[in-house]
């Protein structure tokens, strides 16, 4: 695999969306049980705010990497749930390889200096 150029700015961006889209890959998810299920498969390790987490879905929303739908829960309750789309999962496939790229090369460049 090739990538062209990589942006330190842009790797930030594009994990996250990948974890979104990962994290959706599995199941239908609102936005509060998304965050909580990458911190909890993550080990606590990632972790989304509000601030950063929603711009994300709406962005991958009005890419149609995901749709959303509302869902009544309770009586005055609506939440927004989200499912990956069939344009989302050929974007995480090729996400996917693209950050394995990243991580072998980062590993052949750094060397294994803890072993």
Same mark, same amino acid.
């Not at 965050?35 to 909890?40: I, K, T």
């Not at 711009?55 to 609506?78: A, D, M, T, V, Y």
């Not at 990956?84 to 496939?93: A, N």
């Given at each position: !695999?090739?990538?062209?150029?990589?942006?330190?700015?842009?790797?930030? &961006?594009?994990?996250?969306? +990948?974890?979104?889209?990962? +994290?959706?890959?599995?199941?239908?998810?609102? /936005?509060?049980?998304?965050? =909580? $299920?990458?911190?909890?498969?993550?080990? /606590?390790?990632?972790?989304?705010?509000?601030?950063?987490?929603?711009?994300?879905?709406? &962005? *991958?929303? %009005?890419?149609?990497?995901?749709?959303?739908?509302?869902?009544?829960? /309770?009586?005055?309750?609506?939440?927004? @749930?989200?499912?990956?789309?069939?344009?989302?999962?050929?974007?995480?496939? =090729? !996400? =996917?390889? $693209?950050?394995? @790229? =990243?991580?072998? *090369?980062?590993?052949? *460049?750094? /060397?294994?200096? @803890? %072993?």
């Amino acid at each position: !695999m090739k990538i062209d150029h990589v942006e330190i700015n842009n790797l930030t &961006k594009s994990f996250n969306e +990948a974890l979104i889209l990962s +994290a959706l890959s599995d199941q239908r998810l609102h /936005g509060y049980q998304l965050a =909580l $299920e990458v911190e909890r498969k993550s080990e /606590g390790l990632f972790l989304f705010k509000h601030g950063t987490l929603y711009p994300i879905l709406h &962005k *991958l929303e %009005k890419e149609n990497l995901i749709s959303g739908f509302w869902k009544q829960e /309770g009586p005055r309750r609506k939440r927004k @749930y989200y499912k990956i789309t069939l344009k989302g999962k050929k974007r995480l496939k =090729l !996400m =996917l390889s $693209e950050w394995k @790229y =990243l991580f072998d *090369l980062f590993l052949q *460049l750094t /060397g294994d200096k @803890y %072993k």
